[in-house]
């Protein structure tokens, strides 16, 4: 009954999105408060319902009841409790609905908390999200129904794919769909703002928490995958720019332009028409990311459909979104005014700058992501590689860096050139020293690594800027924010040009007994032992590193066998040992055995890396979203100090 009950619970919470999308159009024509009053419970209600159901599909994997579908095909009564629960997303059916329940759950939180809009652009906005529930409601229930029962139960089910069995799934796929619902949610913002001409600094200060928000969950995010497919993988890199990996990327860099234009337009009255564009933009993108995905276009460990009327129906929600999207504001983009001007050489110019860049950036990337499948559509295999992306998106990364160092500098509406340069010497200063340094004594280093390390001097000082001969106690949380999000920026491109300037590698085959000598480590292959996990056995192997200075470390790399299950193949994987240290990390990955001319295996094939500084990368991700994050909790205690004030002045006034 626990299916049956989920899957009625998504019929009735379909319903209400529909109900809300009704109400709010006829209330939008019309004007009847006693309309507008059913909007809000009737988004509360289908949030709460989609959170149940979704619920109901973990209670199904954690009791492994084989007779729903889904779980025979994703999850085995073996499997240990946390590959059961997060079996629930790690497949097409059930990640699509948590990505449903999040945005219903988006939806019941702004109708619940969101006091700033007026009352016909809330409920268009919340109209707006019903409509994006309602596409995927139909969806699920059309298409790809997670509570579908099976015929006959069988024993046990297929198991989740191995490479799927990692912590890393129960962090990855939530914080990545929560940042794309926020996207959603700034989408139905914009939406409903355009419908009631409402687009000015009360509209973009309901809708920033939104962005930043999603911003913060689709660092983290993409973040945590890139390490997770660091150590998984077993291939030594951190971004390989695989299409799956740039459709996470491509809505960041489209939320972050996003992110600096709607605080334009809610501090300044500025770039109006430009912050309701990159919301569409953002959302689109995250649509396109999602088609991408789950219509069967890319074969990955992240595509779980191959159903081509899947992609189809997705294609059509696509299309009716940012189709409609882009219409309305065609139709509208007459009545909505830039706001007030400024200077090119401001602070809201710079903004304007890097929003220029990471579109550009955004739309390099996506036509090399796009480009082979349409290639290939028509008859041609075309194959577009990190040699592309790394020669067209990496210089204007640079640039973009570079562009944020002065904007922090920059005062609002204008400001001087001759002052602006007087705030840059000690910044240029430390790129300079850089340079220098990495040109006399650096090595043979490429010019792209050269001049990331360069620029992330540059960055890291001038981050700081802003606290200069300022009362750091008194200095406001969003102040803080930028800071630590700017400096955390130039620790992750240091983390990047170190790594790609200084790697070293070294591919053997070993002998028990045998050393490698990679970098400053000494790494010594002690063997190998047969070993069994919860549900796989291994090879584990042992190797001592040993630095110059005589420091001794073990490491344990493993090669997997996941055995096959419901007649499937059994599946390999390796496990790679780490040794993270301040300078870097000793990567290690156990690969085959080399069978002697005795037939036994007397060497197995090792790949060791030293890579300086990489887990920099994932620090700064990390700190990129903790500095966002204090820049949301600082506005959220400004906000709250205006509302106090106001209140006192409301109580003077009438005493």
């Known amino acids: 009954m626990i299916a049956e009950l989920g899957l009625a619970l998504l019929w009735i919470a379909a319903a209400l999105a529909c109900l809300s999308l009704v109400v709010g159009i006829l209330y939008v024509r019309t004007g009847k408060d006693d309309l507008a009053a059913l909007v809000r419970p009737a988004s509360v209600a289908q949030g709460v319902l989609t959170a149940v159901a979704f ?32 079996g629930a997303w790690g497949n097409h059916e059930g990640s699509m609905l948590l990505w449903l329940t999040i945005l219903g759950v988006s939806g019941a939180l702004v109708a619940i908390f969101e006091k700033r809009l007026r009352k016909d652009t809330l409920v268009a906005t919340l109209a707006a999200q019903a409509a994006l529930s309602l596409g995927f409601f139909a969806f699920l229930l059309f298409s790809s129904n997670p509570f579908k029962r099976l015929p006959v139960a069988p024993p046990d089910g297929q198991g989740l794919n191995p490479l799927l069995q990692d912590p890393g799934l129960a962090f990855h796929p939530p914080t990545l769909y929560i940042g794309y619902v926020g996207i959603s949610v700034a989408f139905s913002f914009a939406v409903g703002a355009l419908v009631t001409r409402e687009i000015g600094p009360a509209f973009a200060r309901a809708m920033r928490p939104w962005v930043l928000g999603s911003w913060i969950f689709l660092t983290l995010g ?19 720019w695989d299409p799956v990996e740039n459709v996470s990327l491509i809505p960041w860099l489209a939320g972050a332009a996003l992110l600096h234009s709607v605080s334009v337009t809610a501090t300044r009255n500025a770039l109006r028409a430009w912050t309701v564009m990159l ?49 309305l504001f065609a139709l509208r983009a007459g009545t909505v005014a830039e706001g007030k001007k400024f200077a090119l050489l401001s602070r809201e110019g710079s903004l304007v700058i890097n929003n220029l860049l990471l579109t550009t950036i955004l739309a390099l990337v996506l036509l090399g992501t796009l480009y082979p499948i349409v290639a290939e559509a028509m008859g041609e295999k075309i194959s577009v590689g990190p040699p592309y992306y790394n020669k067209v998106a990496g210089p204007l990364a640079l640039i973009l860096c570079l562009v944020m160092v002065t ?37 043979k ?10 620029v992330a001097g540059i960055v890291a000082v001038a981050s700081l800027a802003p606290l200069w001969k300022r009362n750091l106690r008194r200095t406001p949380l969003p102040t803080w924010g930028m800071v630590i999000a700017h400096f ?25 007994g045998e050393t490698v000598k990679v970098d400053d480590y000494s790494v010594k292959f002690a063997g190998v032992t047969p070993t ?16 110059s200075s005589g420091a001794s470390f073990t490491l344990h790399p493993e090669a997997r066998t996941f055995p096959g299950l419901m007649g499937t193949a059994p599946t390999e994987t390796n496990e790679a040992a780490l040794l993270t240290r301040p300078g870097g990390q000793l990567y290690v990955v156990l690969g085959q055995p080399v069978t002697g001319d005795d037939g036994t295996a007397d060497r197995y094939q090792l790949r060791l890396w030293w890579k300086p500084l990489v887990w920099w990368i994932w620090l700064g991700g990390a700190l990129i979203a903790i500095g966002a994050a204090l820049s949301m909790l600082g506005r959220a205690q400004l906000l709250e100090i205006w509302r106090v004030r106001r209140a006192r002045k409301a109580e003077e006034r009438f005493a």
């Open 55 to 86: 619920g109901l599909l973990i209670t199904l994997f954690v009791r492994s009841d084989m007779s729903v579908e889904l779980v025979a095909r994703n999850s085995h009564s073996l499997k240990p409790m946390l590959f059961k629960v997060a």
């Open 222 to 240: 993409i973040t945590a995958g890139s390490y997770w497919a660091y150590y998984e993988l077993g291939w030594g890199g951190w971004w390989f």
């Open 279 to 327: 919301a569409v933009i953002a959302f689109s993108m995250s649509m396109v990311g999602t088609f991408i995905v789950r219509s069967g276009l890319l074969t990955s460990v992240h595509s779980f459909a191959v159903d081509p009327e899947r992609g189809t129906f997705l294609l059509a929600l696509m299309a009716i979104y940012i189709g409609g999207a882009l219409t």
């Open 407 to 443: 904007g922090p500098l920059l005062n609002w509406r204008k400001d001087d050139g001759k002052k602006l340069w007087s705030r840059l010497p000690i910044a240029i200063f430390a790129g300079a020293v850089i340079l220098f340094g990495l040109v006399l004594f650096g090595g």
């Open 445 to 454: 280093v490429g010019v792209l690594p050269l001049l990331g390390m360069t």
């Open 488 to 512: 955390s920026v130039a620790i992750a491109l240091a983390g990047m040009a170190a790594e790609s300037a200084f790697i070293k590698e070294r591919l053997v085959a070993a002998a028990p």
């Open 532 to 547: 069994a996990g919860p549900n796989y056995t291994a090879i584990r192997g042992t190797l001592i590193a040993t630095t």
